[in-house]
């Protein structure tokens, strides 16, 4: 089992930034890939962006060059630093892991960007 905890969330406005936090818990060892989805309201959920264990990253289109993925060498945190925040950011933002065979998510925190 991977527990995984975000943070980071909030109220922000256009042009600003945030910080998200994820931390993983559990057996750790068995996470190949970690990275942020989003889903706003009546929207589907989408991958944001990825890391590897191999620090390989993946990103949305839409975000790239203004979001940032980073993980920690121990395998346990990962974080999306976000810049330029636009309204259309606004969203749930979702922390996930992999292990083999299965994906792991976190309770999801809201990123709100408004004036």
């Known amino acids: 089992q991977v527990q995984l905890v975000e943070s980071g969330g909030g109220l922000v406005q256009p042009g600003g930034s945030l910080r998200l936090s994820c931390t993983a818990a559990?057996?750790?060892?068995?996470?190949?890939?970690m990275g942020w989805y989003r889903q706003a309201p009546g929207k589907q959920r989408e991958l944001v962006a990825s890391i590897t264990t191999g620090n390989s990253t993946n990103y949305l289109d839409s975000v790239r060059g203004r979001f940032t993925i980073s993980g920690s060498n121990a395998k346990n945190m990962v974080y999306l630093q976000m810049n330029s925040l636009k309204p259309e950011d606004t969203a749930v933002y979702y922390c996930?892991?992999?292990?083999?065979?299965?994906?792991?998510w976190g309770q999801g925190t809201q990123v709100t960007v408004s004036s």
């Open positions: 996930h892991a992999d292990v083999p065979i299965k994906r792991y």
């Open positions: 559990g057996r750790i060892f068995s996470i190949y890939n």
